[in-house]
């Protein structure tokens, strides 16, 4: 939900509602909580007991002693609208949020129903396809390079690595839109 609610972010640049300063403004104040409520997770007292109780629930196994993939989102996020052009920044956002959920909610639902664990190639494809429709649809991307894009993200989503797949992707996305997209 976070992250498909994070899609606000390409979908009122990319379609002319925002432009880039307020969208790298409102990431990088976002970055400055979440910075801020990573210190206080790690202090014991009232304010940790309360992030505990309200957040903490929503981390998983890794988050609980490293960055939470929220502060690594906004991060990404927020180097991507500062540093790419603007075709390549709205397509590495979208990738990020959008094809990253795609692989989890599909990925996840494969995953139980046959009973394994990690990646699965039906995520793979859910990202590939969801990362490539922002593109054509807030870019103006064309079908190959919208889909280039997309398998970029979905190659950047797939290693299970220690690095934060939010950065991965984001990462991989924008320097594919980049090349791709000639912006």
């Known amino acids: 939900a976070i992250h498909l609610t994070s899609s606000l972010f390409p979908i009122s640049w990319g379609l002319g509602w925002v432009d880039r300063r307020i969208i790298v403004a409102v990431l990088v104040m976002g970055l400055a909580i979440a910075l801020w409520l990573e210190r206080v997770r790690r202090r014991p007292g009232a304010l940790r007991a309360h992030y505990d109780r309200w957040v903490g629930w929503m981390l998983r196994s890794h988050e609980t002693t490293a960055l939470t993939g929220a502060t690594w989102i906004l991060l990404a996020m927020g180097l991507a609208a500062w540093l790419l052009p603007a075709p390549a920044a709205i397509s590495a956002l979208w990738a990020a949020v959008v094809g990253d959920a795609s692989a989890a909610l599909v990925g996840r639902t494969v995953a139980a129903r046959a009973a394994v664990k990690g990646k ?14 922002g593109p054509v649809w807030l870019v103006g991307a064309s079908g190959p390079a919208a889909l280039g894009i997309g398998v970029a993200a979905a190659l950047a989503e797939r290693p299970r690595v220690r690095l934060d797949d939010n950065l991965r992707v984001t990462v991989g996305a924008g320097l594919a839109a980049w090349a791709l997209l000639g912006a």
């Not at 039906?122 to 590939?128: D, I, K, M, Q, T």
């Open 120 to 133: 699965t190639w039906a995520g793979s494809l859910a990202c590939v396809l969801a990362s490539a429709i």
